[in-house]
Structure formats: structure tokens, C-alpha cells
């Protein structure tokens, strides 16, 4: 099974979340790309209860700054998502081996970074209700599964 899609995490803070990602990631054969810092070691017990024992089945890499992730990945196709962006990502192709790419879990991508980004790369998943966002995983689960949806990914 070929890998589909590249999960990265800016900064994430909370190991649990991190670590339902790594287990989805294993789930749908995605990749994890991790950039520092971290709000937590990759040791951590609540990562390793969260991800279980598939934490050894992912493929994940972590990067010391957003610099050094770009250089890595300078021509792949990275879609950002935002609870402040203003198209929806229903409305949004997605790619095979596309980079979906996510904030921290207490305040997103931060403002100075998304008024840098061009507007069509910049997604949000929609919702009604009185929240601000969703939880960190949950969104990369519907995102995921969407792009997965696209492109007709049958697992």
C-alpha cells in the first residue's frame, strides 16, 4: 500500500492528540511530519497510550523549525487549515501525496503566518454552533478522510 497524504503539525502541544493522529496516520497509511517545538517528547506515555502499539508502525519526521520543513518539501502541494480561513474545504481539490497542514491546539496557525499564505491554500472546515474550532484530531480525521474521499482511497 503506497503512502496518500502528509499530516504536518506546527508545534503541536498535547501529546494526546499527536498521538490519535500517528494512530490514524498507521490507520490510513499517511505520513506524519512533526514541527518543532514540541509541547512534549516523543517519549511521552499519554503519545505512546494514545497511539497505542501502532506508534512503531508509523512513518513520522520531525523538523527543529519551519525552515528546515520547507527545504525538505520545496515543491510540494500544502494545503493550510484554519478555523479563520474563509473558504471551506469541501470546496477544495485535494492530491495524492498532498500535505495537509495544522496549526497548535490552542490557537491555530498563528495570524502573521496566514497573511503570508495565498488565500486558495488557506481552508477551513466548516461548522455551526458555539465553538471556536475543533479538537486538534478530529480535525485531521474529517480533512484526512475527505482528501481520501477525493481521491477515491478505498480501505
Known amino acids: 500500500m503506497q503512502n496518500s497524504f502528509n499530516i504536518v503539525l506546527l508545534t503541536p502541544q498535547i501529546p494526546n492528540n499527536t498521538g490519535n493522529i500517528g494512530?490514524?496516520?498507521v490507520?490510513?497509511?499517511a505520513i506524519l511530519h512533526l514541527i518543532e517545538p514540541l509541547g512534549?517528547?516523543?517519549s511521552d506515555k499519554y503519545l505512546k497510550r494514545a497511539g497505542l502499539d501502532y506508534w512503531k508502525h508509523l512513518e513520522y519526521y520531525t523538523y527543529p523549525s519551519l525552515e528546515d520543513f520547507y527545504k525538505k518539501h520545496p515543491d510540494s502541494i500544502i494545503t493550510y487549515f484554519s478555523a479563520?480561513?474563509?473558504n471551506s474545504f469541501w470546496d477544495h481539490q485535494f492530491k495524492q501525496n498532498q500535505f495537509l497542514f495544522f496549526g497548535r491546539e490552542a490557537d491555530g496557525l498563528p495570524q502573521e503566518f496566514r497573511e503570508n499564505?495565498?488565500?486558495e491554500k488557506l481552508v477551513k472546515i466548516p461548522f455551526e454552533g458555539k465553538v471556536r474550532s475543533f479538537n486538534l484530531a478530529n480535525a485531521v480525521s474529517?480533512?484526512?478522510f475527505e482528501a481520501l474521499r477525493q481521491n477515491n482511497e478505498n480501505r
Open 23 to 25: 494512530r490514524l496516520c
Open 27 to 29: 490507520a490510513t497509511n
Open 40 to 42: 512534549f517528547e516523543l
Open 84 to 86: 479563520r480561513a474563509e
Open 117 to 119: 499564505l495565498p488565500k
Open 142 to 144: 474529517i480533512a484526512l
